[in-house]
């Protein structure tokens, strides 16, 4: 199962990567909004394919537009019936798009309303480990929380795994260079990770440059299934059932 792609960003027809998933054995899809815009275009592709699901949430690129009016239209689509999660939300102080004050009270708000709802949520965690964990710590206790794009080392990941998160694993864990993901990949539990893509980015190998779409998630099972010494069919199947019990469809 694919459990993050953003199909509102794929510069392709929606229909045609939803096909073409299904073909490459990617039963289910969920698409992740970031902003007021992409949740309505993501629930609108949930609404149309009876595969697809969503996830909203203000991704912290996009915190500084989450005023109280922004938050109130937010609280109305996370009850959709085919919303499954609040997220993607977190810290990123790669690229600071919004301010660490910004982002901060964004994410805290909407972890908020996850425990309002009782929704699990979807964490974009990219250099802001300590921060991240600490918010968690204090807000997520005993919450389905999943770290997309797992990017921590090897103790971040013996902690989230003892707080009883999951995580996210992409194409990153194809690329030659991903030396500290591939050992974290060996540590967790199988029974802990999300297939995901973050399409259109982070393209796996061997399309790295191309754009990346839902159809490659076998790809980033097959890099698993070698690092776990599991077959593909195990990984897929495993990795399934959690994405199933995770996001309760
Ligand atoms: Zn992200
Ligand atoms: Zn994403």
């Not at 510069?11 to 073909?23: L, M, T």
């Not at 697809?52 to 203000?58: E, I, K, P």
């Not at 994410?107 to 250099?127: G, S, T, V």
């Not at 779409?213 to 990984?235: D, F, H, R, S």
Request: hydrophobic share 40%; charged share 25%.
């Amino acid at each position: 199962m694919e459990t993050h792609a953003h199909l509102d960003m794929i510069k392709r027809e929606v229909k045609d990567v939803v096909q073409d998933a299904r073909q490459a054995g990617v039963t289910k899809i969920i698409t992740i909004g970031i902003d007021l815009e992409s949740f309505q275009k993501n629930l609108a592709y949930a609404e149309r394919f009876s595969n697809v699901y969503t996830a909203v949430g203000f991704h912290p690129h996009e915190s500084k537009k989450m005023k109280e009016g922004e938050l109130f239209l937010l609280e109305k689509m996370v009850t959709h019936p085919k919303n499954v999660a609040i997220g993607e939300i977190g810290l990123d102080y790669y690229y600071k798009h919004s301010s660490p004050e910004a982002q901060s009270q964004a994410f805290q708000k909407q972890i908020d309303l996850a425990n309002k709802y009782d929704l699990p949520i979807i964490i974009h965690d990219r250099d802001a480990h300590q921060e991240t964990a600490n918010i968690l710590t204090e807000k997520a206790q005993g919450k389905k929380v999943v770290l997309h794009c797992f990017s921590g080392n090897i103790s971040l990941a013996k902690w989230c795994v003892e707080q009883g998160f999951y995580f996210g694993i992409g194409g990153v864990v194809t690329f030659k260079n991903a030396l500290e993901l591939t050992r974290v990949v060996k540590e967790i539990p199988l029974n802990r990770i999300l297939l995901e893509t973050d399409s259109p980015f982070l393209t796996p190998h061997p399309f790295r440059g191309k754009p990346n779409e839902p159809k490659y998630i076998p790809y980033i099972a097959e890099k698993i299934a070698q690092l776990k010494g599991k077959t593909v069919e195990e990984v897929a199947q495993i990795t399934t059932e959690n994405a199933q019990y995770f996001f309760k469809i």
